[in-house]
C-alpha cells in the first residue's frame, strides 16, 4: 500500500486564492520533508526542505512568503501556496527524508491556477 | 553541490532496439543513485537504484551499473518495447547533504512499434 500520501490530488483555484497541500507519511516518522516542484515536461525541482519543530529551508529562488510550510507533526507536512497565480500551475510533490536509500515520494498534487 | 547531468531527449527507438540513457553525477559524498521512471500524466516511480561504487541496480529488463570511477550511472536495455515509452529522470541522494534527491533534467524515451 501507500507509503507516503497527498491530498488533494488535484486542485482548480482562481487567481489570488490560497490552496493548502497535506503530505503524510504514513508508515515512517520524519523530521524532514522535502516538497518538490515540477512544471509540464520537466524535472523535478526541490523547494525547500520542512523540518519538524522548525522552520523549513528554502532552494534558493523559493519566496518562503508565498510557499508557506509547516510540519506539523512527524506525520504530517503541509505546503500552501499563498495568492496562488497561474504561473503556479504545477504539481507538487512531497517526499519523506528518511534516508538516501528511502526513497517514498508521494503521489503528488497537480495544482491549477486560472 | 551535488547535481545529476542526463543526456538530452528526446530518445526515439523501434521495437526491440538496445536503450543506452546516460547519466554522470557531482557529488560531495558517496551518495545512493536511481533511476526513476514517469509515465504521461503519472507520479514517479523508482526504477532501480544502486547504493554503493560497482553495484548493479535492475529491474523490469533495465540495468544500470554504479560507476565511481567515472562518476556514471548510465541506463540500459537490452530490447525495448512499446510499453517503455516514458520519461526517465537520474537521480542521487546524498547523506551529506541532508538526503535531499537530486534530479537530472529526465530523458524522454519514444518506442515505435
Known sequence: GAVVSQHPSWVICKSGTSVKIEC?????????????????????????????????????????????????????????????????????????????????FGPGTRLTVL | GDSVTQMEGPV???????????????????????????????????????????DKGSNKGFEATYRKETTS????????QVSDSAVYFCALSDGAGGFKTIFGAGTRLFVKA
Open chain 1, 24 to 104: 503524510r507519511s504514513l508508515d515512517f516518522q520524519a523530521t524532514t520533508m522535502f516538497w518538490y516542484r515540477q512544471f509540464p515536461k520537466q524535472s523535478l525541482m526541490l523547494m525547500a526542505t520542512s523540518n519538524e519543530g522548525s522552520k523549513a529551508t528554502y532552494e534558493q529562488g523559493v519566496e518562503k512568503d508565498k510557499f508557506l510550510i509547516n510540519h506539523a507533526s512527524l506525520t504530517l507536512s503541509t505546503l500552501t501556496v499563498t495568492s496562488a497565480h497561474p504561473e503556479d500551475s504545477s504539481f507538487y510533490i512531497c517526499r519523506p527524508g528518511i534516508s538516501t536509500d528511502t526513497q517514498y
Open chain 2, 12 to 54: 526515439t527507438l523501434s521495437e526491440e532496439a538496445f536503450l543506452t540513457i546516460n547519466c554522470t553525477y557531482t557529488a560531495t559524498g558517496y551518495p545512493s543513485l536511481f533511476w526513476y521512471v514517469q509515465y504521461p500524466g503519472e507520479g514517479l516511480q523508482l526504477l532501480l537504484k544502486a547504493t554503493k561504487a560497482d
Open chain 2, 73 to 80: 550511472f548510465h541506463l540500459e536495455k537490452g530490447s525495448v
